[in-house]
Every structure is written in C-alpha cells, then in structure tokens.
C-alpha cells in the first residue's frame, strides 16, 4: 500500500537559519502531496500541496517541490521563526475520497 | 460552525470503561474523517464518513471501536470496554469530499485511558 516516510526528529533549530524536512513517499500513481502543521495547541491545517510532478507548494516562506524521480516532497525554508515551531507532516491523499495517509511527523522547535 | 468542534478536549477513564467522542465538522462538509495520533505511531487513519454512509471503516483497531454519524453532520466515535492502548489523541477532520486532500481538522479529543 501507500505510505510515507518522513526525517526523524526533532529538530532544533536557531532563528533565521535554513530548514529541510525530508519526506519520501511509496504510492501507485502520483498523488497529490501534502504537507500539515500543527502549531502547540491547535488542529492540524494545510501548510501546502502539489497535485502533479515538478509542482512547488509554497506558503508561508515554506516551500516543497514534488519529485517523482526521487519519490520525494522535501520542507524547506530558508529563515525560521520561533512561531514557526510546531509537528509538521507529510502526507498523500489515498483514495478517491480525499483519505490521507500521513508520515510519522517532525517536532521542529525553533530558539531565539 | 467556523471550524471543526470536538468533544470533550481531554477524558480521563478507568479501563473497561466506555467512551464517547464528538464531532462537530464545518457545516456542509460531506466528508467527515477520524484519525487517531499516538506517539511512535503517527496519524493512523480510522474511519472515513460520506454522508451518514461509512465506506471505508478499514483502521478501526478492533471491534471495541464504532462511529456513526446523523444528519449528515455530528459525529460520536465510542470505544467500549477502554485499554491503556487506546490511549492517544482522537482527530476528527471535515471536507467539500473529492480527492482534493485538504481536510480541516478540530483540536482533538485527549483519551487517557488509567
């Protein structure tokens, strides 16, 4: 079956320095490719996706390019924030009905 | 409602004891999802609702675990006869249905099961 493999964390990182978050992903097809964040005591939301191959997803200086060469959606920024500290996942949508399959998560905690 | 609206946000519970979870999804969504977060084990998916019609009930963990939905809209996830397993957070997500992927997720429902 599908599935997704995301970097293991967490990661610590300093304000303004360079962020990757690797996610490779096993799936028939290309599906669309997600990445969700969750910010310390709220919901999951939409960080960006990409629906096809050589998409980017931006949003929010984040950035993820869908390689199907390499079966990969990396995370990128390249300035954090301390308000960019949260879980991050990676996921592909499924099914024809929008069910997700989600990577492990990474903790990211971002210091002054 | 604005966003997805889950109930209760924390439950504390004495093994074999049941459970109830609910969820309130973004009005007019038809697609209503539960998920289950659990350390080590990520998001797992467990229920996926179209309507009041659940087609795809594939990660419920065992038979101790239902949902239904009603109206097109609430939904109650129970899990009967609680383990110290079930402990994890319960996410509940809503969607225009499609592929599109985008779901909106409520905060979650904290099960600590003693």
């Known amino acids: 079956g599908n599935s997704v493999t995301q970097m293991e964390g967490p990661v610590t990182l300093s304000e303004e320095a360079f962020l990757t978050i690797n996610c490779t992903y096993t799936a028939t097809g290309y599906p669309s490719l997600f990445w969700y964040v969750q910010y310390p005591g709220e919901g999951l939301q939409l960080l960006l996706k990409?629906?096809?191959?050589?998409d980017k997803g931006s949003n929010k200086g984040f950035e993820a390019t869908y390689r199907k060469e390499t079966t990969s959606f990396h995370l990128e920024k390249g300035s954090v924030q301390v308000s960019d500290s949260a879980v991050y996942f990676c996921?592909?949508?499924?099914?024809?009905?929008?069910?997700?399959?989600f990577g492990q998560g990474t903790i990211l905690t971002v210091h002054p | 409602g604005a966003g997805v609206s889950q109930s209760p946000s924390n439950k504390v519970t004495e093994k074999g004891k049941d459970v109830e979870l609910r969820c309130d999804p973004i009005s007019g969504h038809t697609a209503l999802y539960w998920y289950r977060q659990s350390l080590g084990q990520g998001l797992e998916f467990l229920i996926y609702?179209?309507?009041?019609?659940?087609?795809?009930k594939s990660g419920l963990p065992s038979d101790r675990f239902s949902a239904e939905r009603t109206g097109g809209s609430v939904s109650t996830l129970t899990i009967q006869r609680t383990q110290q397993e079930d402990s994890a957070v319960y996410l509940c997500a809503s969607s225009q249905g499609g592929v599109s992927g985008e779901l909106f997720f409520g905060e979650g429902s904290r099960l600590t099961v003693l």
């Open positions: 609702f179209q309507g009041n019609s659940a087609p795809d």
């Open positions: 990409a629906t096809k191959a050589d």
């Open positions: 996921a592909l949508v499924d099914t024809s009905y929008g069910k997700l399959t």
